[in-house]
C-alpha cells in the first residue's frame, strides 16, 4: 500500500470532472503533499493507500473549494453602509472614502475573509488595498490568494462631482498606484508553492489616462501576469468614455490592445450582447457579480450571451457596502435567480451550471484551472465539507435524483460548511478557524469600524440615502 498524508473516505463526492458535478457515491480522496493523488470509490482507494489521518466523511457532500473571483475585502470595515441608493460611489461609499486608511482596511479585510472562508471559499480573487498587509494575512491563515492592487489616476474627489462631470486624473496618483501594484507581484507573485499569486489592476479605464492604460499592459506583458479590470462596469463607465475618448469602453479596449486571454474583465455590467460577443471572441474571461451589481445598479450583466459565444466566467462576491456578505453560496443563489427573472425562463442557469463557475470554471477564468477548481488527481487539494444533516441540506435524496446540489445552491446559507481544506490543510473545522484568533479579528474590526464611523463628518454623511433614512426613523 502507499502511504499518503490524508485519506477522506465515504464522502457523497462531487469532483466537478468532466461537463456537470462528476458524483462518486461513497466517494474518496487520497491527499499527498498538499496534491490529490487519487480519487474513486472508498473500497478501492482504502485497499490501496495507508494514510496518516483518514477524514470519514460519511453524510458529508465534499466538493472543490469555492473560486471568489472578484473581491474587495478591505471595504468590509463599511459592510451596510451604502445600501438602497443610487450613484453608490459618489453618494453611498464615496462619503466614507475620506476617512478610510490602511489600518481600517486592513481590519475589514480580514474579517471578511474569514467569513467567505468559513462559507467555503479557498480561492481570493482579492482586489484591495493595502494589498501587501493583506498578503501577508492570507500567508498567516493558509488560504488560496490571487491578488491585485488597485491603479488609478482619480483623486478621491467622486462625493464632490455632478454625475456628468468628466473625473480628473493626477499622474502622480497614477505612478504611486502602479509602482505599489508591481511590489505586489515582485514580492508574492509565486510565493508559498504559488498558492499565493498576483495581478495587475487598473481600475477601470475610465479611472486613468489613456498613458497610464498602456503602461499598465506593458507591464502585464513584461511581468507575464493577468490584468484584472472593471470593465463596462456601468452606465456611469460609458458615460465616461464616451465623454472623454468618444467611444464606449470595450470598443476603446479592443482598439487600444488589451482584449486578451490575459484580460479578466469584472462586471461589464452596461456592456451590449455584441460587445459581450466580442470579449469572448477575443479569449477575454468575465467575472459575474451578481448579488453587488443588483444591489448597487439594479441590473443582470449580460452573461448569458457571454456564455452562449464560449466564454469563461467565474462569479465574485466583490464588496461588503454593496453586496453585504462574501459567500458563494448567496452569490450562487443569486446568479440563478436573476438570470431567471430577466429571461422569465426558470430553465436559464440551473444551480449545476452555478455551482461549475463558483469552482471549475471560475478556476479556468482567473488562470487557475490546472490548480483547483475539481477534485482529480494532480490537483491542489482544496476541498470544502458540506454538512448534510444541516436542516437547510435536508432530507437527503439520492434516487430518481440527486437533490444535494440544488439544496446547496438554493437553500444553503453558508454555516452548512463544516471543514476547509487548503493545499490539503485544514483551515476551519466545526466553526474554528485552526491558523488565526478569530475573536481577536473581530473584536479588532467591531473598535476600529466605531472609531471610524464616528469621525465620518456631518457635511459628508448628510449627502448619503442613508442620512434620509435616519432623519425619517427609517432606520
Request: aromatic share 6%.
Amino acid at each position: 500500500m502507499s502511504k499518503i498524508d490524508t485519506l477522506i473516505i465515504h464522502a457523497d463526492l462531487f469532483t466537478m470532472q468532466g461537463d456537470g458535478v462528476g458524483y462518486v457515491e461513497d466517494g474518496a480522496v487520497a491527499i499527498d503533499a498538499g496534491k490529490i493523488v487519487a480519487v474513486g470509490p472508498s473500497d478501492e482507494l482504502l485497499k490501496e493507500y495507508s494514510a496518516e489521518e483518514t477524514v470519514d466523511a460519511t453524510n458529508k457532500m465534499v466538493i472543490p473549494g469555492f473560486v471568489d473571483a472578484h473581491m474587495h475585502t478591505s471595504l468590509g470595515i463599511l459592510r451596510g453602509l451604502a445600501q438602497d441608493t443610487s450613484l453608490w460611489m459618489h453618494k453611498g461609499i464615496g462619503p466614507y472614502n475620506p476617512f478610510m486608511n490602511d489600518v481600517y482596511r486592513l481590519a475589514g479585510s480580514k474579517m471578511n475573509i474569514l467569513e467567505a472562508l468559513a462559507a467555503g471559499t479557498t480561492t481570493f480573487g482579492d482586489y484591495s488595498t493595502p494589498i501587501n498587509e493583506i498578503a501577508q494575512f492570507f500567508q498567516t491563515l493558509g488560504a488560496r490568494a490571487r491578488l491585485t492592487g488597485f491603479i488609478r489616476e482619480v483623486p478621491e474627489v467622486l462625493d464632490k462631482l455632478q454625475e456628468d462631470d468628466l473625473y480628473p486624473f493626477d499622474p502622480a496618483i497614477g505612478e504611486r498606484t502602479l509602482n505599489e501594484n508591481l511590489e505586489l507581484v515582485d514580492r508574492w507573485h509565486g510565493k508559498e508553492n504559488n498558492r499565493i499569486t498576483a495581478l495587475l489592476g487598473p481600475q477601470g479605464p475610465d479611472f486613468m489616462s489613456l498613458e497610464c492604460l498602456k503602461k499598465v499592459k506593458e507591464k502585464a506583458t513584461e511581468k507575464n501576469v493577468m490584468i484584472h479590470m472593471h470593465v463596462a462596469q456601468a452606465a456611469r463607465e460609458t458615460k465616461q468614455m464616451v465623454g472623454r475618448y468618444g467611444k464606449r469602453s470595450i470598443p476603446f479596449l479592443d482598439e487600444i490592445g488589451y482584449l486578451d486571454d490575459s484580460l479578466l474583465a469584472v462586471h461589464i455590467t452596461d456592456a451590449t450582447d455584441e460587445e459581450a460577443r466580442l470579449l469572448v471572441k477575443r479569449g477575454v474571461s468575465m467575472v459575474l457579480c451578481s448579488g453587488s451589481i443588483g444591489i448597487i445598479r439594479g441590473e443582470v450583466p449580460p452573461v448569458m450571451p457571454f456564455l452562449e459565444a464560449g466564454g469563461k466566467a467565474a462569479l465574485g462576491s466583490d464588496q461588503a457596502p454593496g453586496n453585504n456578505c462574501n459567500q458563494m453560496i448567496n452569490e450562487m443563489k443569486l446568479t440563478a435567480l436573476f438570470n431567471k427573472i430577466k429571461y422569465k425562463d426558470p430553465e436559464v442557469m440551473p444551480a449545476w451550471k452555478v455551482l461549475r463557475m463558483a469552482t471549475i470554471e471560475g478556476a479556468q477564468a482567473i488562470g487557475l484551472g490546472e490548480e483547483v477548481g475539481s477534485l482529480e488527481e494532480g490537483k491542489k487539494a482544496d476541498i470544502v465539507f458540506i454538512d448534510l444533516s444541516a436542516k437547510t441540506m435536508q432530507p437527503v435524496i439520492k434516487t430518481p435524483m440527486r437533490n444535494h446540489v440544488p439544496n446547496l445552491v438554493y437553500s444553503a446559507r453558508g454555516h452548512e460548511v463544516c471543514k476547509v481544506m487548503v493545499d490539503g490543510k485544514t483551515l476551519y473545522e466545526n466553526g474554528e478557524f485552526l491558523t488565526v484568533n478569530e475573536q481577536e479579528i473581530l473584536q479588532d474590526c467591531q473598535e476600529l469600524a466605531t472609531k471610524l464611523t464616528n469621525e465620518v463628518s456631518e457635511e459628508k454623511f448628510k449627502i448619503t440615502k442613508g442620512a434620509e433614512f435616519m432623519k425619517e426613523g427609517k432606520l
